[in-house]
Nanobody
Framework: QVQLVESGGGLVQAGGSLRLSCAAS???????VGWFRQAPGKEREFVAA????????AYADSVKGRFTISRDSAKNTVYLQMNNLKPEDTAAYYC?????????????????WGQGTQVTVSS
């Protein structure tokens, strides 16, 4: 059984930075990872994703240029570096993994989910 555990969330002022981590307890051979977020009263939305090979990454337009996704396959960990945070980035952030090497933009295409970590950006 694979478990994903997010960490690194917290309270930060606008313009600040946070780095989220997503650690997998088990190994899924050749899996892609995505980050999603959900704010109160809003639908879950795609934030960023990375393929197994690390060659391909994708970002939502709202975070492009501010967030960077990366992975350390040896540590089974994916990171989301978030810079220049804005109040509208406030949400619970979830990482998800899927069995395929390429990522997907729809959360329903992911097989495993973490419990989430809260990010709050104050103005």
């Amino acid at each position: 059984q694979v478990q994903l555990v997010e960490s690194g969330g917290g309270l930060v002022q606008a313009g600040g930075s946070l780095r989220l981590s997503c650690a997998a307890s088990g190994r899924i051979p050749g899996y892609a990872v995505g980050w999603f977020r959900q704010a109160p009263g809003k639908e879950r939305e795609f934030v960023a994703a990375i393929s197994w090979s690390v060659v391909k990454t994708a970002y939502a337009d709202s975070v492009k240029g501010r967030f960077t996704i990366s992975r350390d396959s040896a540590k089974n960990t994916v990171y989301l570096q978030m810079n220049n945070l804005k109040p509208e980035d406030t949400a619970a952030y979830y990482c998800a993994a899927r069995y395929y090497r390429d990522y997907a933009f729809n959360g329903y295409e992911y097989n495993y989910w973490g419990q989430g970590t809260q990010v709050t950006v104050s103005s």
